[in-house]
Nanobody
């Protein structure tokens, strides 16, 4: 069975940095596109970033582009989200997701597998 486990969330001050990690098991990791989503209280789940399974192509939401970096390590079955210059509006539960489809995936319903989420809180 596919299991995704996020870690690295916490409380940081505005302007600070945090790196989220997602450990994947139960899948041929190199065949899966990996995405990060976030959900703030009272809001819909929002796409943050994706890295493809084929050529490591990446894409970012406009709200995080230039501040966040997604990466993956296929040898370790890990995907990361390096977050810098954090803002209070980045506060949310962050979720790792996986799908075997090719290309950049931006919609939650395009992903078959999800982690449990990790809380990121940015104070002003």
């Amino acid at each position: 069975q596919v299991v995704l486990v996020e870690s690295g969330g916490g409380l940081v001050q505005a302007g600070g940095s945090l790196r989220l990690s997602c450990a994947a098991s139960g899948l041929t990791f190199s065949l899966y596109a990996m995405g990060w989503f976030r959900q703030a209280p009272g809001k819909e789940r929002e796409w943050v970033s994706c890295i493809t399974n084929s050529d490591y192509n990446t894409a970012y939401a406009d709200s995080v582009k230039g501040r966040f970096t997604i990466s993956r390590d296929n040898a370790k079955n890990m995907v990361y989200l390096q977050m810098t210059n954090l803002r209070p509006e980045d506060t949310a539960v962050y979720y790792c997701a996986a799908d075997i489809k090719f290309g950049i995936l931006r919609r939650p319903d395009e992903y078959d597998y999800w982690g449990q989420g990790t809380q990121v809180t940015v104070s002003s």
